[in-house]
Every structure is written in structure tokens, then in C-alpha cells.
């Protein structure tokens, strides 16, 4: 009986085992990517939805400033409110707007934080005064360094007691000492009576420019 001997081509055989291992690899590479899609998938669910209530709107034209703290917390501000502050320490007042359709003050939102002041008319800038209302101005009270609370006045400006950035409400909130990289915003607004009212949103995006 005679034996027939099989020889094996080593050229052949590489390129077949090269052939298997580009198989499995780009399987596993599918695999892997589906899982990453999948994953991705499932994490978006995750992401929660901003959801802009009434409370939470920015300031609009329309919208009236309101005492946003202490005794009279959600009444209008008024010019006599503001020439009392002048007074005390410190000499502005902090404000939320409202809105006058609905009666919501848009207290949820820190960037809706404004501060008001009675100013001498000649002493603001004219593109300052523009947006004014007989010596009365409204800036956003949220620092643009790392977004505290405007709420001191020293060396005759606004002075953040975070980090120590200062801002002259004089001349469009130029910033004066300090960190901050940009001046707050400033809100345009008109009287109406008794009132102050927003004519328009802050001039900029208000918060921290970070």
C-alpha cells in the first residue's frame, strides 16, 4: 500500500493565517465599536434636559426690576427706593426682573441677578447714559471672573468679594482692580412712573467669562 506524502506550502500557509487574523480582528473591532455606540446610547439618556421655566427665564424687554431680598423682596424697585439706598451700605440695590404678564419674578437663574444704583447723571459715560434712565443704571451683578455676587461698594465702585475685581458703574462697568477679564453687562432701561423696566436683555451674555 503506498503512501502519498501532502507537502505543505509555507508561503500559502502564512497568507491564509494572515487572512484568519484579519478576520478576527476586524470582528472584534465591529464588536468593540458597537459596544462604544451602545454605550454612548444609553448614556444620553442619562443627560439630563434643560428645562426653562418661567422662573429661570432670562430678562427681557418688558420685565420689571423687584427688590430681590430682605423685607420688600418681590415689590417694584421705585426711584425713591434708590435714592434711600444712597444712604446705606451698601448704596445699590439688588434686583431680580419680573415678569409683569405672569407676576413671576425670575429668581432661578443666578445670571438674572442685577444690581440698580441712583448715579448723577453727568457723571456716566455717554454710552453708559444711553442705557440708563436719569442717572439710573442696572448691570448684571454676577462677577465675570468665576461668577460670585457682586455686592460691595468700595473706593467709590462695585467691588466683588471674592477675588477682589472692582467695576465702575460710571463707565459701563470698566473694570478697575482685580481679576475679571471683561466688565459685567449693563441692562437698558426706562422708568415708566414708578417703575424701572427692562427695554431689552443685557447687552452681553452675563455670567463668568471662563
Known sequence: MEH????????????????RRAVLQAAIGV???????????VGVGFIPKVVVTPEK???????????????????????AD???????????IIAYPKNPENNVVKNQAATNTIMVMQLE????????AKYAAQGIVAY???????GCTISQWKNNVWHCPCHGGEYDPRQGAKVVAG???????QLPIKLEGNRIVATAGFL???????
Open 57 to 79: 427665564e432670562p430678562v427681557k424687554a418688558g420685565d420689571v426690576l423687584v427688590w430681590a431680598q430682605g423685607a420688600k423682596a418681590g415689590q417694584d424697585i421705585t426711584p
Open 204 to 210: 452681553f451674555k452675563p455670567g463668568a467669562d471662563v
Open 121 to 128: 447723571p453727568s457723571s456716566l459715560s455717554p454710552e453708559t
Open 179 to 185: 481679576p475679571p477679564p471683561g466688565p459685567v453687562p
Open 82 to 92: 434708590l435714592q434711600a439706598a444712597l444712604k446705606s451700605d451698601p448704596p445699590f
Open 31 to 41: 464588536g468593540v465599536g458597537l459596544s462604544v455606540l451602545s454605550t454612548l446610547y
Open 4 to 19: 502519498t506524502e501532502h507537502s505543505i506550502d509555507p508561503v500559502k500557509e502564512q497568507q491564509e493565517h494572515i487572512k
Open 140 to 146: 448684571s451683578a454676577i462677577c465675570t471672573h468665576l
